[in-house]
């Protein structure tokens, strides 16, 4: 790869450090999708222990270019996300993938297929996680920042995207336990 074409797909992918998320941080800050896509490849990089039979190298990589397409269509949550939303994303994102160098196109190309399909474990635990993360983001984010429906979706959320492997499932009943209790304690404080 030349570095001119190197430095393009960074400048590219640097609009993701600029493109607000839905989720706040701890301290009420808009996170970034940037961010988001980090702490996901982190989760998948933390993990490698406990799925030593799945291709872990192969999950980080999905991790960090599972939001690519937000970099031309900004971020919507999953809850107002339409078809037609999805179908603009995909369409620009797999026209910038066709632009890149070959060996960066196949393999980006390769790997999104194989995230669509959700068929391989690696798949399946990229899926998980980037679900799982949304849910911890918003359990450390202050309550007043959570759009109505979180209430609701904090407790259900991912548990279907999770049910393949016994370690996530309960990764996300702890994370249910965390919501649980931010509800009680945030939630009696707006009482008071």
């Given amino acids: 790869m030349e570095p001119r074409d190197y430095l393009e797909i960074l400048h590219v992918a640097e609009r993701l450090k600029d493109t607000p998320r839905h989720c706040t941080t701890r301290l009420g800050r808009t996170e970034s999708v940037a961010e988001h896509s980090w702490r996901v490849s982190l989760m998948a990089f933390l993990l ?14 999905m991790c960090l ?18 078809n037609e939303d999805r179908e603009t994303e995909d369409s620009l994102l797999n026209r910038w993938v066709r632009g890149l160098p070959t ?13 669509d399909a959700l068929q ?17 983001q918003h359990n450390e984010s202050p309550l007043d920042t959570w759009a109505e429906n979180e209430f609701e979706l904090n407790k ?6 999770v049910g393949f492997s016994d370690w996530l499932m309960s990764l996300r009943r702890e994370i249910l336990s965390d919501t649980l209790e931010k509800l009680r304690v945030e939630g009696n404080r707006d009482e008071s």
């Fill in 48 to 61: 490698r222990g406990e799925f030593p039979e799945l291709d872990m190298d192969k999950v980080i990589c």
């Fill in 156 to 161: 259900h959320y991912a548990f279907d995207a």
């Fill in 120 to 136: 391989t474990p690696e798949a399946r635990l990229y899926k998980a996680l980037d679900k799982l993360e949304a849910l911890i």
């Fill in 103 to 115: 060996e960066i196109s196949g393999r980006m190309n390769t790997l999104y297929r194989e995230m």
């Fill in 65 to 82: 270019i599972h939001d690519l397409g937000e970099c031309f269509t900004g971020d919507i949550p999953t809850f107002l996300k339409t």
